[in-house]
Structure formats: C-alpha cells, structure tokens
C-alpha cells in the first residue's frame, strides 16, 4: 500500500507545481497584455447582472468622485459613468492594453466623466481620503497582497464611505459552478477543460466569503457586510470606513 502512494506523490506533486505556475501566469502582467482582449469578449455576458448589481448597490451619487481598482475594459466603470453623470470616475488597472480597450470602449460611448490610467492595486496613486466610492471586481485575486490592497482602497476613501469588492467565492459547489459554467460560450475548450479551469485556477485560487471579510476587517474596515446574487457565485463584500 506504502508503494502505491509513493508512486503517486511525484505525480500529484508535478500537477500542484503545474497548477502554481498557471496561477502566477494568470496574475502576470504579461498574460493580460497578451490575452486581455480575448477575457474581454468572454466575460461580459456571463457577470452582466453581476455589474448592473454592484452598479445599482454603490452607495455613491451626487458629483462623487469613485475609483474602480482593476477595472480591466472598463465595463464597471463605463456603467457607473452613464448611470452617474455628474459623478467623476477613474478605473486603474496594471495592464496597459487593458487600460487602452478601456479608453476606446470610453471613446466609442461618448462618456466624459470617467478616464482610465494604468495603476497597482497595492499602492494606489492617489491621496488619502480621496473617493467617495470605490469598487473592485474580479480582481482581488490577482493581488500580489490581497491585504495591503484592501488597505490601500481604505487609505483612498473618505471617512464613513463604502468600498465594494466582489470576487469569485473558493467555497463555490461543483454543482452550482457547473451551473454558472453554462453561461460562457467558449467553443474552444472542451467542457471538463473549462471546468477544471475555473474550479482550480479560478475560483479555485480565489477566496472564500470568511476569508474575504476577515481580510476587509484586517485592513481597517469597521462595518462590513456581504451580498449574494442568485445563480452567481461571487462574492460582494462592502465594506465602510
């Protein structure tokens, strides 16, 4: 029995280090300069209720300033910027062709609230207490430190306003997420394919709810609070300061 399972760890030990090198390719700069693009045509349909959710819940109107940290091709942003005109929006992301899609989407909607600059999640550059609102979604994972970026949102934001982090949840079912895997039209890949993705490199290497809310009080936050949408297996953490 002892030399079945030794024949097995080499094995399981290769397919963790694959696993770990797919994880830091995914967060890599590189890797969302390269196929930025083709994330972009994939994951707009399947989180459009997810954005008009978050959208519709910031606690943020008036002639608010709001920061949208990893914003991508800007679809979170774009959607504040329509919905708030006299609000003034900045989406960050270190990904400078992300950034650019996100200029063009801007251009080709007319909007002139709102700009796109590149930036680091984990040392924001901007000064304290400088948001009304801030909002981060799908990006938390890809953070070097998941902890100091929650601190930096905190930093930016203005006494007693609201931050809203939203993430795919870790502790998702197999059933609910084969469930969700239904809504992507990649005809690329085989189903198990797409499955074992997102099951082990991308809600796989995410955060569950507890541990999402224990890094927002780690950072300073003081009310924090979490939200679900049906049939949607994210995360939505607000948090205030």
């Given at each position: 029995m002892s030399n079945v399972k030794d024949a097995n760890r080499p094995a399981a030990t290769s397919l963790k280090g694959l696993l770990q090198l797919i994880v830091r390719a995914r967060d890599a700069r590189w890797m969302w300069d390269c196929f930025?693009?083709?994330?972009?045509?994939?994951?707009?349909?399947?989180?459009s209720g997810l954005y008009e959710h978050i959208a519709g819940e910031l606690p943020a109107g008036g002639r608010a300033r709001i920061l949208d940290v990893g914003c991508g091709p800007g679809y979170v942003t774009l959607l504040l910027a329509g919905r708030l005109p006299s609000a003034s929006l900045i989406g960050i992301d270190y990904s400078a062709n992300q950034v650019r899609?996100?200029?063009?989407?801007?251009?080709?909607r007319a909007l002139a609230n709102c700009r796109f600059e590149q930036g680091n999640a984990i040392s924001i550059?901007?000064?304290?207490?400088h948001f009304e609102a801030v909002v981060s979604v799908g990006s938390i994972k890809h953070w070097k430190d998941a902890r100091q970026?929650?601190?930096?949102?905190?930093?930016?934001?203005?006494?007693?306003?609201?931050a809203v982090v939203s993430?795919?949840?870790?502790?998702?079912?197999?059933?609910?997420?084969?469930r969700f895997m239904v809504r992507f039209k990649v005809?690329?890949?085989?189903?198990?394919?797409?499955?074992?993705?997102?099951?082990?490199?991308?809600?796989?290497?995410?955060?569950?709810?507890?541990?999402?809310?224990?890094?927002?009080?780690?950072?300073?936050?003081?009310?924090?609070?979490?939200?679900?949408?049906?049939?949607?297996?994210?995360?939505?953490?607000?948090?205030?300061?």
């Open positions: 930025g693009p083709l994330y972009n045509r994939h994951i707009l349909e399947p989180l899609a996100a200029e063009r989407l801007r251009e080709r550059p901007f000064a304290d207490d970026g929650l601190r930096e949102i905190r930093r930016v934001l203005a006494p007693g306003r609201w993430e795919t949840d870790k502790g998702v079912s197999d059933a609910d997420l084969k005809w690329f890949l085989w189903d198990a394919l797409l499955f074992w993705g997102l099951r082990n490199v991308v809600f796989g290497g995410s955060y569950t709810e507890r541990e999402m809310v224990a890094m927002a009080r780690s950072a300073g936050f003081g009310e924090v609070t979490t939200d679900r949408l049906e049939d949607c297996p994210y995360v939505i953490v607000k948090a205030r300061k």
